[in-house]
Nanobody, 121 residues
Framework: QVQLVESGGGLVQAGGSLRLSCAVS????????RGWYRQAPGKQREFVAT???????NYADSVKGRFTISRDNAKNTVYLQMNSLKPEDTAVYYC???????????????WGQGTQVTVSS
């Protein structure tokens, strides 16, 4: 079983920054997509950012230019640097690692327990 442990969440004022970390118990090279998702109260979980094996990144429009996803293969860790935070960024943030086949099938799909990010106005 693969374990993902997120850290770095907390309470921050609008305009501030936080860096989330996701430590994975297996080599992240086993997965071709690593990402971050978030879920605000009363809303569905939504995509935030992903990074693939080649280093290509993808971001939700709402966070482009403010958030940066990265990974350290040697440390089996995925990061999310969040700058210029807004109250609407308040949510539980979840880390995900997955192997997506050429046919688009998600296999070896693992999630962390989440870390709370609260942005005050």
């Amino acid at each position: 079983q693969v374990q993902l442990v997120e850290s770095g969440g907390g309470l921050v004022q609008a305009g501030g920054s936080l860096r989330l970390s996701c430590a994975v118990s297996r080599s992240i090279l086993s997965f071709n997509v690593r990402g971050w998702y978030r879920q605000a109260p009363g809303k569905q979980r939504e995509f935030v950012a992903t990074i693939n094996t080649g280093g290509s990144t993808n971001y939700a429009d709402s966070v482009k230019g403010r958030f940066t996803i990265s990974r350290d293969n040697a440390k089996n860790t995925v990061y999310l640097q969040m700058n210029s935070l807004k109250p609407e960024d308040t949510a539980v943030y979840y880390c995900n690692v997955v192997y997506v086949t050429s046919g688009g099938l998600r296999t070896s799909d693992y999630w962390g327990q989440g870390t709370q990010v609260t942005v005050s106005s």
